[in-house]
DNA sequence: AGCACGCCGACT
DNA sequence: GTCGGCGTGCTC
């Protein structure tokens, strides 16, 4: 007997393993691992992936597997590899880790759907019910639901009139164009034509069409050109004359763009010095990983584009990972400029559909490279000759949510399986990456020149607590004016950037310092100008901006933070001819709308952008030679180890969008900490000097690279229930973990309290347990009960990135 | 996760 | 007596 082992779509620890099912006759032989099938589990079907394929099962009777959703397997034996992996490793279930790896569309849709047993005992429903089934054979039990008659249902399926239908429905919907040929012979369709009332002018000119063109053309385009309607090509259709075909489509999302080809750039000696060794790599189809560690506008691009190029003629594939704000269609050009329609683009900005489209293309190996963010690490390719991590330090390239894995670190599990080079490229690589470096762990490729050897851009530092002891109270110190009037005269352009992370629009009493906090959460409320409310960015709470001070009664009461719309309206004040353009999530939110407002500021049509976050990176524009960071600090003062880094990291980031091309680039960085090292030396473009600072930080507060973390945080509505169970966990962890792991612990989260759920933390920090993921399973198991009933949670980060 | 089964309290 | 509350345990 043929038996499939298959893993369920339950996302439960308890059925977190392989079922078994028998394969019917008909499908021993097209039934493989890494197939989608549905099965029935319990009293349901569910979707679920098969495994392995074996001849026998311990278990007695099996079900049988009631249909496939795959022609050929959507993960192969290495993705269900990287599966089990990332569940040992992260310690999330198997299915979300599949999950995980496939495009959305592939994930199964559950209908629940009710239907009459016996048609001839139609006429003893109640006929409340009789209703219901008037010209439709199933009723969808969502619908029911939402109605009063749920008992009624239940009571009539009890006595066995009506029954339930578990379905699974497949998201995966391909898109068909229509088109349309000629079903008859040219001969044929000449004595049509000519037998054609006088009247029938636009069936003549269709017929015509094909007569002199009988190629297969799309309907809608057929009806360009006759200008005519539907009708008339379905009147031909029907008498035989045409014919329609439904054509499988992919959804362009580039569709109309103009893609200009270029060809590769001489390398500079740094380039070639710095490329040799991944070609070597990749003739030698060995795995290395290097870390390429260049300055901004360094070419670091033109690298990964003929290393590929060197891939792709190799007959492998490649995969770039760019991080989700940096997908640029700048990005994506330089992709599809050199290698057209060999290239797949992944992200986020796809609707589900175009994401599926694209996932495909790279399925039926129809392309060979794919640029994408951090889940396009899992494509599908079968030969990988290299991947590429661009901008390595990014922190979008780790998973928040389960499972909570690292691009990188799949990246080099897929390296080794295909014996391929891995490179991480930055020009401010995370400390973790520039250790292993130094320790030759990883092969250090390095750019320290700008193209066409221009200079790094000068930076001033303004510190701003000076300003204000000055007098100057505005987000502008005097110099930052100056040079902002100074570049508008010169018709040059300018980029202010805002460093809202960490730091959001709260309301404060200015009387007594009140702070409006959420509600349920310790957390402030942030408050949202374009609807007049409070809003909370954790749980959703919402209410109006109040008109006085709760605690005090006071008038004085107003949002503080620099939010980029007050900055806007700040800056028509002072210099009113100035014309700008805001980019931030209010203004983006739009598809397209990020790419319209660079394009408008590409072409000089504002003087000045300003913008979050999202303007950091990736952008080139030849006129800019001012950058302004208005608040450096902002993120410096986060509950976080890594804050110095990140710092250090943006500000090198947006001081390169200075002076790229023949103008020479200017920088101000204002702050009220000017002395931080992070920011003296992202001011000095020191990295070499950063590194060995921060490194001697990392080293005497036990933090990676020297040390290894793992989080767990604990919540629960209750504070003392929460303090107990984390004490348990850290003295449990105490136990079984060596003397040389530092636990610390219990203590509250850095967000205390989130949806009325008290938060609770244990931090790990280790060099080499073994033991780890085994205790963190049993804790897991220890507290199982709780978390089911919903009362407990409990999550675990291996190498964690956000430490709320 | 769902869903059935089963064991207790409060109603016609 | 039975309806329905939720706690418990199973799903090949």
Redesign the pocket.
Same mark, same amino acid.
């Given at each position: 007997m043929s038996v499939a082992s298959v893993i369920v779509d /339950? #996302?439960?620890k308890?059925?977190d393993r392989a079922?078994? $099912?028998?394969i019917p006759e008909k499908w021993t032989t097209v039934i493989q691992p890494g197939m989608r099938v549905v /099965? #029935? @589990?319990? #009293?349901?079907k569910v979707q679920g992936f098969v495994i392995e394929i074996k001849t026998e099962?311990e @278990?007695s009777?099996? %079900?049988k597997i009631q249909s496939i959703l795959d022609i050929s397997p959507v993960l192969n034996k290495e993705l269900l590899d990287i599966g089990f992996w990332l569940t040992k490793t992260t310690l999330c279930y198997t299915i979300s880790a599949f999950q995980a790896m496939l495009p959305a569309a592939l994930k199964a849709k $559950?209908e %629940?759907e009710i239907i009459i047993s016996d048609h001839n005992k139609q006429n003893e429903l109640t006929s409340q019910i009789q209703s219901w089934f008037q010209n439709r054979n199933v009723v969808l039990w969502e619908e029911i639901e939402k109605s009063d008659d749920v *008992?009624l249902f239940q009571k009539e399926i009890q006595r066995g009139l009506l029954e339930v239908s $578990?379905k699974v429905k497949d998201r995966a919907n391909r898109k068909l164009i229509r088109q349309v040929e000629p079903a008859v012979s040219e001969d044929e369709m000449k004595i049509y034509v000519d037998g054609l009332p006088k009247n029938a002018v636009k069936q003549m000119e269709l017929v015509n069409h094909f007569i002199s063109n009988p190629k297969p053309i799309s309907a809608k385009e057929l009806l360009q050109i006759i200008a005519t309607t539907d009708s008339s090509i379905k009147a031909l259709v029907s008498k035989g004359i045409l014919k329609e075909t439904k054509l499988e489509v992919y959804r362009d999302p580039f569709e109309d763009k103009y893609f200009k080809r270029t060809s590769p750039f001489e390398l500079s000696q740094e380039q070639e010095t710095a490329i040799k060794p991944i070609l070597d790599c990749v003739e030698a189809e060995k795995h290395d990983v290097f870390l390429m560690y260049g300055v901004t506008g360094s070419g670091k691009t033109e690298v990964y584009l003929q290393a590929i190029d060197a891939v792709l003629k190799n007959g492998k594939e490649a995969i770039v990972l760019v991080p989700e704000i940096s997908l640029t269609p700048q990005m994506v050009n330089r992709f599809k400029g050199r290698f057209g329609s060999q290239v797949a683009v992944l992200h986020s900005g796809l609707s589900a559909g175009e994401k599926y489209d694209e996932w495909r293309k790279i399925h039926r190996k129809e392309v060979k490279l794919v640029v994408g963010a951090r889940s396009a690490i899992f494509a599908p390719f079968e030969n990988l000759g290299i991947i590429i991590i661009d901008e390595e330090h990014e922190s979008s390239y780790k998973q928040e949510d389960n499972p909570r894995y690292h691009a990188r670190d799949v990246a080099i599990y897929r390296g080794k399986y295909h014996n391929c080079p891995i490179v991480l490229g930055s020009a401010t690589p995370t400390l973790e990456s520039f250790a292993r470096a130094s320790k030759q762990v990883y092969k250090l490729l390095t750019l320290r020149k700008r193209m066409n050897e221009r200079d790094l851009p000068a930076v001033e530092v303004i510190d701003m607590r000076e300003e204000l002891r000055n007098g100057n109270r505005s987000m502008f110190s005097g110099l930052l004016y100056e040079k902002l009037q100074e570049k508008l005269e010169n018709g040059e352009q300018i980029v202010l950037f805002l460093n809202k992370r960490g730091y959001s629009s709260f309301v404060m009493c200015r009387d007594c310092g009140y702070v409006m906090n959420c509600p349920h959460c310790d957390i402030s409320l942030t408050y949202h100008r374009s609807n007049q409310r409070l809003k909370c960015h954790y749980c959703g709470f919402e209410e109006p901006l109040p008109k006085e001070c709760p605690e005090c009664n006071s008038e004085y009461i107003r949002f503080f933070g620099t939010g980029t719309q007050k900055v806007e309206e700040e800056l028509s004040k002072i210099l009113p001819e100035a014309r700008v353009i805001r980019m931030d999530v209010d203004t983006t939110s739009r598809k397209g709308s990020h790419e319209k407002l660079l394009t408008e500021f590409g072409e000089g049509r504002a003087d000045i952008l300003l913008g979050t976050q999202m303007i950091a990176k990736g952008l080139d524009f030849p006129n800019v030679t001012l950058v302004g960071v208005l608040t450096a600090d902002t993120m410096l003062h986060l509950p976080d180890f890594r804050a110095a880094e990140k710092t250090f990291q943006l500000l090198t980031q947006v001081s390169g969008r200075a002076g790229r091309h023949e103008l020479p680039g200017e920088v101000i960085i204002q702050t009220y900490t000017p002395e931080h090292y992070s920011i003296t030396l992202a001011s000095q473009h020191d990295f070499d000097q950063f590194y060995l600072n921060e490194m001697m930080v990392r080293k005497s507060h036990a933090y990676p690279p020297f040390y290894y973390l793992t989080l767990v945080t604990v919540s629960h509505q209750e504070l003392t229930k929460v303090v107990s169970i984390t004490e348990k966990i850290t003295s449990f962890l105490r136990m079984q973990l060596s003397e040389s792991a530092i636990i610390l612990g219990p203590v509250a989260s850095p967000i205390p309290r989130i949806n009325d759920r008290y938060r609770y933390q244990c931090m790990i920090k280790y060099k080499h347990e073994p033991n780890l993921t085994i205790a963190l399973k049993t804790v897991i198991e220890r507290y199982q *009960?709780e978390i089911? *009933?919903?009362q407990l949670t409990l999550s675990i980060d291996l190498n964690p990135y956000m430490l709320m």
């Open positions: /339950v #996302p439960a308890q059925t079922f078994d $099912y028998a /099965v #029935p @589990f319990g #009293p349901r099962s @278990f009777k099996l %079900k $559950y %629940k *008992q $578990y *009960q089911s *009933q919903n």
